[in-house]
């Protein structure tokens, strides 16, 4: 059966690159540890003149100052949106965006700046963003609460999570159904939204329909663990929740996570004499398994 999400407000205002909204930075606070060598920021954006109304696990495209070299305008990056629609403060007024500084090595082994992370990453506040969006139509919340929910993450993969959190236990309070996070960093000191820096995140771990699962994957064994790893230590759980029928599954991260959460499923409906294309696509075609990788 097919899943219904909730709606994107037919109200809300779509910019697009030949008119942004000229958004104003509110905050731009770090993630990640001060030892940590990645930096990922919480960056709030103020949407009160903007007439956006976005809803959970939709993006917001961001365009960063400045030319390419072909004289032309940089393509806009889109971000996931790391805020329910009630906003950083509760108040619908912000957006927030959780970013990543890509700093990469080019073949001769000199420093690469990403463009748009590193813009966004060094804004000030009171300093403005040109941005468009929101963006997505399928990435979203089921309407039913009762609904079981799977959410695995790796990196600022967690930012579309973070707002689902946020409206299941923060603004709705009454999410029925079981909620399950799987979240896969280097080390405990990038665990965004889960670590000492900030918990937003941790602190709705008592909430008893929430459960979730860290890896970390550049630590001594035999604690080193990638994101499949945890989801296939528990799978006995997680696919008991998915042949109940009433569950939407979301990945979301790096793309090269993808085939080994995938495999995990692929060896269970194996095992069990299943054809894992076959029942995937069936859940794709519901709307029930959602991947957003970049
Ligand atoms: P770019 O300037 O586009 O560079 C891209 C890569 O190429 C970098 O690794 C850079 O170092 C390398 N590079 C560039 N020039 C050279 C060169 N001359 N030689 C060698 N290497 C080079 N990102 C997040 O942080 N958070 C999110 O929530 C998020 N959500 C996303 C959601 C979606 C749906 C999608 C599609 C992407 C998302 N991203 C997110 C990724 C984001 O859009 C950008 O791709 C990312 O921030 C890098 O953009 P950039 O402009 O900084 O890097």
């Given at each position: 059966?097919?899943?219904?999400?909730?709606?994107?407000?037919?109200?809300?205002?779509?910019?697009?690159?030949?008119?942004?909204?000229?958004?104003?930075?509110?905050?731009?606070?770090?993630?990640?540890?001060?030892?940590?060598?990645?930096?990922?920021?919480?960056?709030?954006?103020?949407?009160?003149?903007?007439?956006?109304?976005?809803?959970?696990?939709?993006?917001?495209?961001?365009?960063?100052?400045?030319?390419?070299?072909?004289?032309?305008?940089?393509?806009?990056?889109?971000?996931?949106?790391?805020?329910?629609?009630?906003?950083?403060?509760?108040?619908?007024?912000?957006?927030?965006?959780?970013?990543?500084?890509?700093?990469?090595?080019?073949?001769?082994?000199?420093?690469?700046?990403?463009?748009?992370?590193?813009?966004?990453?060094?804004?000030?506040?009171?300093?403005?963003?040109?941005?468009?969006?929101?963006?997505?139509?399928?990435?979203?919340?089921?309407?039913?609460?009762?609904?079981?929910?799977?959410?695995?993450?790796?990196?600022?993969g967690i930012a579309p999570f973070r707002a689902f959190i946020q409206r299941i236990y923060r603004d709705k309070k009454d999410w029925k159904g079981r909620v399950r996070l799987f979240y896969g960093v280097r080390n405990a000191m990038e665990s965004a939204y889960m670590n000492r820096e900030n918990d937003d995140i941790s602190q709705y771990m008592t909430a008893e329909t929430f459960e979730s699962y860290q890896a970390f994957s550049h630590i001594e064994s035999p604690s080193k663990a990638f994101v499949q790893n945890k989801v296939a230590e528990n799978q006995e759980e997680i696919c008991a929740?998915?042949?109940?029928?009433?569950?939407?599954?979301?990945?979301?991260?790096?793309?090269?996570?993808?085939?080994?959460?995938?495999?995990?499923?692929?060896?269970?409906?194996?095992?069990?004499?299943?054809?894992?294309?076959?029942?995937?696509?069936?859940?794709?075609?519901?709307?029930?398994?959602?991947?957003?990788?970049?």
């Amino acid at each position: 059966m097919k899943l219904t999400k909730y709606e994107i407000p037919e109200s809300s205002k779509r910019y697009y690159p030949n008119n942004p909204f000229i958004a104003r930075v509110v905050s731009n606070q770090r993630l990640t540890e001060k030892e940590s060598a990645v930096d990922i920021r919480n960056i709030v954006l103020d949407l009160s003149t903007s007439d956006i109304q976005y809803i959970e696990g939709q993006s917001i495209g961001v365009i960063p100052p400045g030319e390419q070299t072909d004289g032309r305008p940089h393509r806009p990056r889109l971000y996931s949106i790391a805020s329910s629609r009630t906003g950083e403060y509760g108040c619908s007024l912000t957006v927030t965006l959780c970013v990543k500084r890509v700093i990469t090595k080019d073949t001769e082994g000199h420093e690469v700046q990403g463009i748009t992370s590193n813009y966004l990453c060094d804004l000030a506040i009171g300093d403005t963003v040109a941005i468009i969006g929101p963006a997505g139509r399928t990435f979203l919340l089921p309407q039913d609460d009762t609904t079981n929910l799977i959410m695995i993450a790796a990196g600022t993969g967690i930012a579309p999570f973070r707002a689902f959190i946020q409206r299941i236990y923060r603004d709705k309070k009454d999410w029925k159904g079981r909620v399950r996070l799987f979240y896969g960093v280097r080390n405990a000191m990038e665990s965004a939204y889960m670590n000492r820096e900030n918990d937003d995140i941790s602190q709705y771990m008592t909430a008893e329909t929430f459960e979730s699962y860290q890896a970390f994957s550049h630590i001594e064994s035999p604690s080193k663990a990638f994101v499949q790893n945890k989801v296939a230590e528990n799978q006995e759980e997680i696919c008991a929740m998915i042949d109940e029928g009433n569950f939407s599954f979301y990945l979301c991260g790096m793309k090269a996570m993808e085939a080994g959460v995938d495999d995990v499923f692929r060896n269970y409906a194996s095992s069990k004499g299943r054809n894992w294309d076959e029942i995937k696509a069936k859940y794709k075609d519901e709307g029930r398994w959602n991947v957003e990788t970049y």
